[in-house]
């Protein structure tokens, strides 16, 4: 009895302690000392010459996309400005901290001095599924239809940002036009996919339209390999944050260890990616990438919204798209005045940098300022400003390098006036390593060299820089590089004309006709138009002998007789291959001599032709990548040669 009374006192002196200590426990341990940061900041904006506004339109699936809105302090009745981006909108918005709306957007991408001199409304978007928006993310997500088993596609999200916009924003006037450059350019294509009715203006720039033929991803079956970095940042997280790593100050030496692009994506954990795997499952231009072509699509479609398509001559990333929508709804514009072109002598998106050089090339005077002052902005305030004048511009402008001027034009290619000829002009590979005019009829039958996977020719100068546009790398002017580097190899032949008396002028694309044979079960051809220039050149003495490309491009073998089935090559059999170059509208002036460079690679560019054919060069063994012998034939019914857009 008396341990059942001790035990009870003991059971409550604990109780008591552990009350205490809880009591205790309730006490701080530190006097209060409150936080000096606010709930909530609210930042004193009345000195500012612009209002702010970031909200979250629905979609008509309810998800929502985060969008900043600068509207000019005082407007009323302005015009809407829209630039939807996979590049986060807030950063774009926010270039540096001020009260002053021209320093927030200066150095973005889209003609902060046009919206600041005509008082836009600026609307920036991240797309679905980047940075602050909702969603999925799917890069360039096609229309709703056989890729896209979903309802909504970024022609949707356009219209209900439009309508949204137009309903929310007091100080507008209702009309909205879109602008923007790359995948930002690809985003005004897509608002022309039955368009809103406020959409009033579409200015696409450097658009991505056709990621296998000729932008971003394949030039004619060759894959465009320098973007796998692009690829993981842009894709592996929502808001960019996981980078591309090398251990290389070279991307040859980085590529080349890889082996296939393949085994460089597995390297790099790219098979996590779901685009990645989309590209290595479809390697043909199957209708995986032709269901996509923005050009193929609006073809098909009514055109409602005036047009204003922006090319640039030395284009690294996009140099397919524009020409290739242009050529797709110009013949829609039975006005005449719905669809504009514009070729800049530029680097993918100068349009809105400085423009008054190029590289090494020089133009004298600020090409981009003299179109966005006196072409986009009045073709801009016609559509968006009430009141405004009808735009006095040419259905084509386009600057003509080599005699440095812009030239109001008709149509493109050029159609020349009475008394002008237009006309293809052959300009043979001849024996010697000549061109010229005439069929060679005699001499030696082809010109040979080595081909080399272990040694494939470099893009430009090593060491080479990754893509990228960073302060010190020069990716942007690579097209412009001196073409003497790669001349001086075995493995690049080169075919140079006499000098010439008098200018020759070309407009229009170029078209390759080669002839030429393979050791090989495979190859890839690069051709290359260049300009070289007078020995000594006094006007800019260390462009003496410079070689200027002028229009460059590879076909991958396999592809030699249609993009969808792949088939080997015939061994030391001539056989013809036929692709464009890019658009040119340049002049070679006297004293100038042209020339043709003709290689089997393009490297890191491009991923290595293993050169004997097997089912995908993406899963190519290192026992695959052999030498060949190639043979580029130049004589009687086996003559190679460029068909040339001449303007006599």
Not at 572 to 588: C, G, Q
Request: hydrophobic fraction near 35%; proline fraction near 8%; include cysteine.
């Amino acid at each position: 009895m008396k341990s059942n009374v001790v035990f009870a006192v003991a059971v409550f002196s604990l109780a008591l302690a552990v009350s205490s200590h809880a009591a205790d426990a309730d006490k701080p341990l530190y006097p209060n000392y409150p936080s000096e940061t606010p709930t909530t900041f609210t930042p004193v904006t009345d000195s500012w010459d612009y209002i702010s506004r970031d909200v979250m339109i629905p979609m008509r699936d309810g998800v929502k996309l985060h969008t900043i809105i600068l509207v000019p302090k005082g407007a009323t009745h302005a015009g809407m400005l829209l630039t939807r981006t996979p590049y986060d909108a807030k950063e774009l918005t926010t270039h540096t901290h001020s009260g002053h709306l021209g320093p927030m957007l200066q150095g973005y991408d889209n003609a902060t001095d046009v919206i600041l001199e005509d008082g836009y409304i600026r609307v920036v978007q991240d797309v679905r599924g980047k940075y602050g928006s909702e969603g999925d993310y799917i890069m360039n997500r096609p229309l709703s239809g056989p890729q896209n088993p979903t309802p909504v596609d970024d022609a949707t999200d356009t219209y209900d940002t439009i309508d949204w916009l137009v309903k929310n924003i007091p100080e507008s006037n209702g009309k909205v036009g879109t602008i923007g450059i790359s995948y930002d350019g690809f985003e005004p294509l897509m608002a022309l996919v039955n368009p809103h009715p406020a959409l009033k203006v579409s200015v696409p720039m450097n658009p991505m339209v056709d990621g296998w033929m000729g932008d971003d991803w394949f030039h004619n079956g060759a894959f465009r390999q320098n973007n796998a970095s692009y690829i993981l940042e842009q894709v592996g997280s929502r808001d960019n944050t996981i980078k591309w790593w090398s251990s290389y100050h070279d991307d040859y030496d980085q590529y080349l260890s890889a082996g296939s692009a393949g085994e460089l994506g597995r390297q790099h954990g790219l098979t996590q990616i779901g685009f990645w795997n989309k590209i290595l499952a479809h390697p043909t231009y199957d209708a995986f990438w032709s269901d996509q072509a923005v050009d193929k699509i609006l073809s098909k479609q009514p055109l409602k919204v005036p047009v204003m398509l922006v090319h640039s001559l030395w284009d690294a990333e996009d140099s397919y798209g524009a020409i290739a929508v242009y050529n797709a709804i110009k013949p829609k514009d039975t006005t005449g005045e719905m669809v504009k072109l514009v070729l800049g002598p530029w680097y993918h998106g100068q349009g809105i940098d400085e423009g008054s050089a190029l590289g090494n090339i020089r133009f004298g005077f600020d090409t981009s300022r003299f179109w966005r002052k006196l072409v986009l902005r009045p073709f801009l305030a016609q559509y968006l400003k009430d009141g405004a004048p009808a735009a006095n511009i040419s259905p084509v402008t386009a600057f003509q390098t080599g005699s440095n001027e812009w030239q109001r034009l008709k149509s493109w290619p050029v159609s020349c006036e009475k008394g002008c000829a237009h006309k293809a002009r052959a300009l043979y590979l001849q024996p010697g390593n000549k061109l010229g005019w005439d069929v060679p009829a005699k001499g030696e039958a082809f010109t040979e060299y080595v081909s080399d996977p272990a040694r494939p020719v470099p893009f430009r100068a090593r060491p080479v820089q990754p893509v990228g546009y960073a302060s010190g790398q020069t990716w942007a002017q690579w097209l412009t590089d001196d073409q003497r580097e790669a001349s001086g190899r075995t493995d690049v032949i080169t075919f140079t004309s006499p000098v010439l008396t008098e200018s020759m002028t070309i407009s229009g694309q170029p078209v390759v006709h080669l002839v030429a044979s393979t050791s090989g079960t495979d190859s890839d051809w690069v051709v290359k138009l260049i300009d070289v220039y007078p020995d000594e050149y006094y006007q800019q003495p260390e462009m003496g002998g410079y070689q200027l490309a002028v229009g460059m491009d590879i076909l991958r073998g396999r592809y030699r007789e249609g993009f969808v089935t792949p088939k080997p090559i015939k061994a030391n059999v001539p056989l013809a291959y036929e692709f464009k170059l890019p658009a040119n509208n340049h002049v070679f002036l006297p004293g100038h001599r042209l020339m043709v460079q003709v290689q089997s690679s393009w490297f890191p560019l491009y991923d290595r032709n293993p050169q004997t054919f097997v089912p995908s060069i993406f899963e190519a063994k290192p026992a695959d990548y052999t030498k060949a012998t190639q043979r580029v034939y130049h004589s009687g019914k086996n003559a190679s040669y460029i068909e040339l857009p001449v303007a006599e």
